[in-house]
């Protein structure tokens, strides 16, 4: 199996790389991007590491899980010393007092951190246009968006500037880039691991997951974030995925594979994407697979519910910005005109639409007809999935129902950006775990089990793989 | 305009006003009758809270030094090394 980690640290032990050497070239290649992929660039840190690194492995004492192994972090995460603006004005010049449990587990593990990347800010947004610090391009194509909210992240896996990155998915925000870039990004079930120290978007679908060019490497990442943790009270003990999945499996061609019907007949889906994925279907059958055509709710009633959902829960995460005791402060003549002077002037324009969104839907009037409505929407979501996965092992989508839109197309017409994340938005309500793999369409194939099915996830993306 | 008015001070943001794109997106939801679009889906509450016994009890974490340190050099202003607060004028 594929592992750019594995060859990496085979590089250090037979001594053909140095740890220093090779994150200065990654640094030296990062400086050099014109994909504008950094807001923060841990030039003086990473280095520090590299050369503990280096020593650590002439010491013979063994390589940690990720010695040496240069990551990027969305700028989403605390990272203690470290600035972390969410991509936000307000926030540009705050330093994380603490570091998020899950980039500790790497550092633990040995990872080095090489940027603080570029998101939509807050993650609010699905073309990576919604920043302080300027759009991010595409890593294929730069006059094309990358995708968001992670799209710096799924850039820089793309380019190899990192080996992995870490994302963050709230309704498709590792998957849609990771699509748009032609990596594996993925978005574990809710709870697998521990959201401390994640700026809060959505926080009852927020997930950490991993963007990575290589399969395996997402299985020893995955093994390495998950777990209880007592500062994330939603979070469980999941169990150990082996390496061995990997290996070849006969019963893999037995898996029932289910796809919902309605996706792939809406008038929003490419045509391309379209017919790539009616023949990957075609291709499963052939090799034994059971298919199975399922019904689910119609794409935009579901991007609707979504951005309901999320824009009440990130009205009130981001009421705490307000300039009192962290972030920018203008001062006003009263507290209260200090508060909307500093979220006035500080606030991307996308970001104050969701939060006004936010508490619209929750004010008297709308939370009965609309708000109401999208929570009981939900559960019926849930119970969906519940039924189809009585019947089928796995359900396979389309990632994004379009191929990525050139720069500035999504700020012209929003509803555009709302309805990319009509695949993806659904699993996420549901608290599903489903990965983007780069296979089948032009922006890839999300392959989705029920809660805590990761490895069978992992498994069928390796089979399909091999077949396709 | 009744109801329109509070999002302004609900939002803290000067001169807020319902976006109309979102306002279309809130509409897909309004105008969906059940029985119709979600037909034959029944509802499940599923599992994303946590029960109440699986709460851990309530627990004072001293925060370290260093935390301490960068806490107070993210407090917006400063004055001959004090914390300066906001401006609080009481409004009847």
Same mark, same amino acid.
């Given at each position: 199996?594929?592992?750019?980690?594995?060859?990496?640290?085979?590089?250090?032990?037979?001594?053909?790389? !140095?740890?220093?050497?090779?994150?200065?070239?990654? #640094?030296?290649?990062?400086?050099?991007?014109?994909?504008?992929?950094?807001?923060?660039?841990?030039?003086?840190?990473?280095?520090?590491?590299?050369?503990?690194?280096?020593?650590?492995?002439?010491?013979? !004492?063994?390589?940690?899980?990720?010695?040496?192994?240069?990551?990027?972090?969305?700028?989403?995460?605390?990272?203690?010393?470290?600035?972390?603006?969410?991509?936000?004005?307000?926030?540009?010049?705050?330093?994380?007092?603490?570091?998020?449990?899950?980039?500790?587990?790497?550092?633990?593990?040995?990872?080095?951190? /090489?940027?603080?990347?570029?998101?939509?800010?807050?993650?609010?947004?699905?073309?990576?246009?919604?920043?302080?610090?300027?759009?991010?391009?595409?890593?294929?194509?730069?006059?094309?968006?990358?995708?968001?909210?992670?799209?710096?992240?799924?850039?820089?896996?793309?380019?190899?500037?990192?080996?992995?990155?870490?994302?963050?998915?709230?309704?498709?925000?590792? =998957?849609?880039?990771?699509?748009?870039? =032609? *990596?594996?990004?993925?978005?574990?079930?809710?709870?697998?691991?521990?959201?401390?120290?994640?700026?809060?978007?959505?926080?009852?679908?927020?997930?950490?997951?991993?963007?990575?060019?290589?399969?395996?490497?997402?299985?020893?990442?995955?093994?390495?974030?998950?777990? &209880?943790?007592?500062?994330?009270?939603?979070?469980?003990?999941?169990?150990? #995925?082996?390496?061995?999945?990997?290996?070849?499996?006969?019963?893999?061609?037995?898996?029932? #594979?289910?796809?919902?019907?309605?996706?792939?007949?809406?008038?929003?889906?490419?045509?391309?994407?379209?017919?790539?994925?009616?023949? /990957?279907?075609?291709?499963?059958?052939?090799?034994?697979?059971?298919?199975?055509?399922?019904?689910?709710? +119609?794409?935009?009633?579901?991007?609707?519910?979504?951005?309901?959902?999320?824009?009440?829960? !990130?009205?009130?995460?981001?009421?705490?910005?307000?300039?009192?005791?962290?972030?920018?402060?203008?001062?006003?003549?009263?507290?209260?005109?200090?508060?909307?002077?500093?979220?006035?002037?500080? /606030?991307?324009?996308?970001?104050?639409?969701?939060?006004?969104?936010?508490?619209? *839907?929750?004010?008297?009037?709308?939370?009965?007809?609309?708000?109401?409505?999208?929570?009981?929407?939900? &559960?019926?979501?849930?119970?969906?999935?519940?039924? +189809?996965?009585?019947?089928?092992?796995?359900?396979?989508?389309?990632?994004?129902?379009?191929?990525?839109?050139?720069?500035?197309?999504?700020?012209?017409?929003?509803?555009?950006?709302?309805?990319?994340?009509?695949?993806?938005?659904?699993?996420?309500?549901?608290?599903?775990?489903?990965?983007?793999?780069?296979?089948?369409?032009?922006?890839? #194939?999300?392959?989705?089990?029920?809660?805590?099915?990761?490895?069978?996830?992992?498994?069928?993306?390796?089979?399909?793989?091999?077949?396709? | 305009?009744?109801? @329109?008015?509070?999002?302004?001070? @609900?939002?803290?943001?000067?001169?807020?006003?319902?976006?109309?794109?979102?306002?279309? @997106?809130?509409?897909?939801?309004?105008?969906?009758?059940?029985?119709?679009?979600?037909?034959?889906?029944?509802?499940?509450?599923?599992?994303?809270?946590?029960?109440?016994?699986? @709460?851990?009890?309530?627990?004072?974490?001293?925060?370290?030094?260093?935390?301490?340190?960068?806490?107070?050099?993210?407090?917006?202003?400063?004055?001959?090394?004090?914390?300066?607060?906001?401006?609080?004028?009481?409004?009847?």
């Amino acid at each position: 199996m594929d592992s750019e980690i594995l060859k990496i640290h085979e590089a250090y032990r037979q001594g053909s790389h !140095t740890c220093a050497g090779l994150i200065a070239g990654r #640094i030296g290649e990062l400086e050099k991007s014109s994909h504008n992929s950094v807001n923060f660039l841990l030039k003086d840190m990473a280095m520090e590491m590299a050369s503990a690194a280096d020593d650590r492995i002439r010491s013979g !004492t063994g390589l940690r899980a990720l010695e040496g192994i240069p990551f990027g972090i969305k700028d989403v995460y605390m990272l203690q010393g470290i600035n972390a603006s969410g991509s936000s004005g307000i926030l540009k010049n705050y330093k994380a007092p603490y570091t998020a449990t899950a980039i500790r587990k790497l550092l633990d593990a040995g990872a080095i951190p /090489l940027a603080k990347e570029n998101c939509d800010c807050f993650g609010h947004g699905s073309s990576n246009e919604n920043s302080y610090f300027g759009p991010v391009r595409n890593a294929l194509d730069e006059d094309l968006v990358p995708g968001g909210s992670s799209g710096g992240s799924a850039v820089n896996v793309a380019k190899g500037f990192t080996t992995f990155s870490i994302g963050g998915d709230t309704g498709g925000s590792i =998957r849609q880039p990771s699509g748009y870039n =032609r *990596v594996y990004g993925l978005k574990p079930t809710y709870g697998r691991i521990s959201r401390y120290g994640l700026m809060a978007y959505a926080s009852s679908t927020d997930c950490v997951g991993p963007i990575s060019r290589s399969l395996e490497d997402i299985r020893l990442l995955l093994n390495i974030m998950s777990g &209880k943790d007592a500062r994330d009270q939603t979070t469980f003990e999941p169990a150990f #995925i082996p390496g061995d999945i990997f290996s070849d499996d006969p019963n893999t061609r037995k898996i029932r #594979i289910g796809y919902y019907r309605n996706f792939i007949e809406s008038d929003n889906l490419d045509g391309k994407i379209r017919s790539d994925f009616i023949r /990957l279907l075609n291709v499963l059958k052939d090799n034994g697979n059971e298919v199975e055509e399922l019904e689910f709710f +119609d794409d935009k009633l579901l991007v609707s519910a979504y951005y309901v959902l999320a824009m009440a829960e !990130t009205a009130s995460n981001l009421a705490r910005l307000d300039g009192s005791v962290y972030g920018e402060r203008v001062a006003g003549e009263s507290i209260r005109d200090q508060y909307a002077l500093t979220r006035s002037e500080n /606030l991307t324009g996308e970001t104050r639409k969701r939060i006004v969104g936010g508490n619209q *839907v929750l004010a008297h009037g709308y939370a009965e007809d609309i708000y109401q409505k999208a929570r009981s929407l939900r &559960k019926m979501i849930t119970g969906s999935f519940s039924r +189809d996965f009585r019947r089928v092992g796995i359900i396979l989508s389309p990632v994004t129902p379009n191929t990525p839109p050139p720069l500035g197309s999504s700020l012209k017409n929003p509803m555009v950006m709302y309805l990319s994340d009509a695949y993806t938005v659904g699993f996420s309500l549901g608290g599903l775990p489903t990965l983007s793999a780069p296979l089948g369409t032009g922006t890839g #194939i999300q392959i989705t089990a029920e809660k805590n099915g990761e490895e069978s996830i992992l498994k069928f993306a390796k089979y399909l793989k091999d077949i396709l | 305009m009744e109801k @329109l008015m509070p999002l302004e001070l @609900l939002s803290n943001i000067r001169g807020a006003r319902p976006s109309p794109d979102v306002g279309k @997106l809130f509409m897909i939801i309004k105008d969906a009758l059940p029985g119709n679009d979600v037909a034959d889906h029944e509802e499940i509450s599923g599992d994303l809270y946590v029960p109440l016994e699986d @709460l851990r009890d309530d627990e004072v974490i001293e925060s370290s030094s260093m935390e301490k340190e960068i806490i107070k050099e993210n407090f917006p202003e400063r004055k001959n090394d004090y914390l300066v607060v906001s401006t609080v004028i009481e409004e009847i």
